[in-house]
């Protein structure tokens, strides 16, 4: 039995991982192209804040600064000349990062502001070797090399478009990080007057997609291996070096497991109370043998019987002289001895209180009768419960006939067997 129920959970647990893992791969392939979208317009967001930064610069007041470096050891502003009109851009750089860091927390990695011609030029935060690459350049070197490169000469007429542009990833020399820069050109009048550029940690997009993955309950990945399914993507103005973002088969798996053994378990525990209720409603608790109340609409469509009715002696005066409890233990015994005398395919039917029904298939009459004998013999053979228990028993062998005709005999049949003093089976005439 042990083995039949481990084999069953077995099964279904089999069947519930099969079912959960499909159904939440379906969920995550289904939340790349939503992640992407989200990615997507969290990037808007920072093109947003780094275009309005345009309006500080062109409202921004100057100052006149000779060659050197100033600065609070947060944003520092380089200065590349004798003497140069300095836009004051400090605040509005500390005001842009504070914006950026909402849309992309702890992943913005530098911030720089390059006037053109290149006289000065700003940092948030002056990295070491910063300052001497920018000290090497001349008037247009940074930025003809930067606009050339990422297209930007007239990103003034994209009007609401792109008018920003996101490089591909690369490694910053000297510090190896992996970034994307988000360059915005701030033009007048067709002119180019400077170069916001914003550096973005490439790690970015895993700490995004590890925030979406527990707000979303998704194992998505921006690793290829282990991919269930991969798709790749182009970010809002960027023209190369596409993500790839993909479902990892392996934590879908993982995270998979304890739902389907909880499903498993339910489903056990669902289908044993399903089934102790079913068999409540068929069968009796204390015999094990079906209920009149399930059984007799099936017994009013028969028309021929091999059937038994069996009764225990003196039943009443046990209940009142030793309880009803040992009562209950005589009848569940007797219905126990009864049971190992019938076949599998026999009913049995506890009909009353003390009350048996047992009917036969492909029984002769005779064969009827020394059934009845058996079972009395059985019962009677060792006491239950410390007291000599005994049956009555009564029986019908008739063809062609109603269940209340078949009932009548059998019962008259019993009368008989308690009339010639219990402990007997006697059959009805044919």
Partial sequence: MKEIKILSLLKA???SFALVSTSYSAYNVIQVQQMIKDLDASYAQMYTSIR??????????????????????????????????????????RRLRHRLQVSAPESIWSIAVFQNPNTYAFFDPLRSGYEKAFSQYGENDVLEKIVERENLNHTYQEFYGCNVRMSDSYLEKGTQEELRTIYFPIHNKRSLNALVAVDIQESYIDKYIERYNHKH?????????YSLYTKSAFFICS??????????????LQASLAPSLIMAFLYQFSA????RRTRSIRKDEMTNFFRRDYYEPRLRKMTR?????????????????????KGDEIISECAKRILTQIRAEDIAIR??????FILFNNMTHCQLADKAEIIRKAVAQESIAGLAITLSIGGVFVRDTTFTKAYKKADKALYESKRR??????????
Wanted: glycine content about 12%.
């Fill in 13 to 15: 647990g089999l069947v």
């Fill in 52 to 93: 309005r930064f345009g309006s500080y610069y062109n409202n921004a007041p100057s100052t006149s600064l000779k060659e050197g470096v100033y600065g609070d050891g947060k944003v520092s502003v380089y200065v590349h000349g004798k003497e140069v009109e300095v836009k004051e851009l400090a605040e509005g750089i």
């Fill in 217 to 225: 309950y998704t194992q998505l990945t921006i690793t290829p291996k």
């Fill in 239 to 252: 023209e190369k070096d596409p993500v790839h973002i993909g479902v990892n088969y392996l934590k879908v």
């Fill in 272 to 275: 044993g109370l399903l089934r």
């Fill in 305 to 325: 019987f091999a059937m038994l009715i069996v009764d225990i002696d003196h039943f009443k005066e046990i209940n009142d002289t030793h309880g009803h409890n």
């Fill in 351 to 356: 009909w009353g209180g003390d009350e048996f």
């Fill in 421 to 430: 003093g219990r402990n007997r089976s006697t059959m009805a005439d044919q």
